[in-house]
């Protein structure tokens, strides 16, 4: 019995050993890629295009449609890198929806794999989201450690064939040996701020300690701001749009039908009284007295001819047509006076007709040409938000800077509140008349606008930076 046993032991042993055989080959072979891996990644000089072939060498290694690379910044995983995709919308869902799914294998710190042959308790709830949301079969995420701490998280997409345990293993031997290089990368990249929030740190922790330097330094800022904003008052200061307007406005209107023939002036100019603005076209009204003047002589023959026959009838009809014509001519006469359209007023600006462009266009009588303000009682008015009315006061002080001389500043006093909202930019407003309490420069025009501040008392920083934010959970939770 034990000769015929002897043949059968031998050929178990000897396929033992070829089985050990591949199986250190396939090690070597796996050890060799990784190293490989490793080596294209620490030769990197800057982080992304490390992120790149770390994605790019998993994703053909893995035969992988994509692999990302999620980076841990504040608690929240970022997507770094996506394989052979040089950019990418951090704003699209499907991006949102990966980030989420790696923050989830980041929170349990454990490689999670979708779908699992074994029967694990990870929470794979945001996995199974983005597979079903876009039909992403087979998943894989490992975190990526540098020593004790959690840097970041891979995530693989495969079609149809699954991941194993191996290539979890695999991807944290690659991601061990080039953590350190892609850490050092990422804090290089970050801008300066960052890096000098990180050397501001450093000094503090002399300072303050060691331990929990950031939270002891925070923390004493954050008693003195609490202190300030809730002790201290300072002067609050109503910010609204505002125009500078005058009540008095001449319209200038066409005197009869016809059309502009020359325009004298523009927006913004200053005219005085008897200054031509702009003509109409005399052509026709001097053809049609011309006609008229004729057909006048030629009445006051006939007129005259009917006499000298002693034709009653006749002379009457002459003078009928003579009285007729008479009365166009004066109509004609009248309008050749009204084609000269002058300034009315002294020291007026025109503030809106823009006519040059316009020569030869018809208008129709009654139509607005012209729109000229006198340049005196200029006062400003302050378009504040109905959120912010209820703090200004008749009386109130305030400020005003014009965008063409933002340097300076005129002081004015709050005179009426319009109490009727209009709306502007889709938000009521309430119009505050403010008089001035100094002479007005010259250079002053109504129309021009600026940002007007009305002083609205004291307050402290706490409620200034809040009661509109109050005000507002006050009106949607009221009940």
């Known amino acids: 019995m034990s000769n015929q046993n002897t043949p059968i032991e031998s050929d178990k042993l000897i396929k033992a050993l070829q089985g ?251 005219v005085y009284k008897g200054q031509m603005l702009l003509r109409l076209d005399q052509k026709e009204l001097k053809l049609e007295e011309a006609n008229l003047l004729a057909e006048e002589q030629n009445n006051r023959r006939e007129i005259q001819k009917a006499q000298a026959d002693r034709q009653l009838a006749d002379m009457r009809i002459h003078q009928a047509r003579l009285s007729q014509t008479l009365a166009k001519l004066q109509t004609v006469r009248y309008k050749l006076s009204k084609s000269e359209i002058l300034a009315t007023v002294d020291s007026a600006i025109i503030i809106e007709g823009d006519l040059q462009k316009k020569l030869g266009a018809p208008v129709r009588q009654g139509s607005e040409l012209i729109q000229m303000a006198l340049i005196e009682n200029i006062y400003v008015e302050v378009d504040v938000n109905e959120v912010e009315i209820e703090n200004i006061r008749l009386g109130s002080d305030g400020l005003l800077a014009v965008k063409s001389h933002p340097e300076q500043t005129f002081t004015f006093r709050s005179d009426r509140i319009n109490p009727t909202a209009t709306v502007k930019d889709q938000e009521n407003t309430f119009p505050v008349r403010g008089e001035f309490n100094q002479k007005i420069p010259g250079w002053f025009r109504p129309g021009m606008t600026g940002i007007a501040k009305i002083y609205a008392g004291k307050k402290t920083l706490w409620w200034i930076l809040t009661h509109q934010a109050i005000d507002f959970l006050r009106l949607k939770l009221w009940w």
């Open 20 to 270: 050990a055989l591949n199986s250190s080959n396939k090690k070597i072979v796996q050890l060799t890629s990784v190293l490989d891996m490793a080596r294209k990644v620490n030769e990197a000089d800057k982080f992304k295009t490390a992120g790149l072939a770390l994605t790019g060498e998993l994703a053909d290694k893995l035969h992988a449609e994509r692999v990302s690379l999620g980076w841990l910044k504040h608690d929240y995983i970022q997507i770094k890198s996506i394989s052979h995709t040089d950019r990418f919308e951090k704003k699209m869902q499907i991006i949102q929806d990966l980030e989420a799914a790696m923050e989830e294998a980041y929170e349990q710190d454990a490689a999670i794999l979708v779908p699992s042959t074994e029967n694990r308790t990870l929470s794979v709830r945001a996995h199974e989201h983005y597979r079903k949301s876009y039909n992403a079969d087979c998943l894989l995420s490992v975190p990526i450690r540098n020593g004790d701490e959690t840097i970041g998280v891979i995530t693989c997409e495969r079609a149809k064939q699954p991941f194993s345990d191996i290539d979890a293993t695999e991807i944290h031997l690659v991601t061990t040996l080039t953590s350190a290089r892609l850490k050092e990368l990422y804090q290089k990249s970050s801008w300066f701020g960052v890096r000098l929030a990180r050397k501001t740190r450093k000094a503090l922790g002399k300072l303050l300690g060691f331990d929990h330097t950031w939270a002891k330094f925070f923390g004493i800022l954050a008693i003195g701001f609490i202190l300030f904003a809730t002790l201290v008052p300072l002067q609050y200061k109503v910010n609204s749009p505002a125009i500078l307007k005058t009540d008095k406005i001449i319209y200038l209107t066409a005197p009869f039908d016809g059309y502009i023939d020359s325009v004298s002036v523009k927006p913004g100019d200053i």
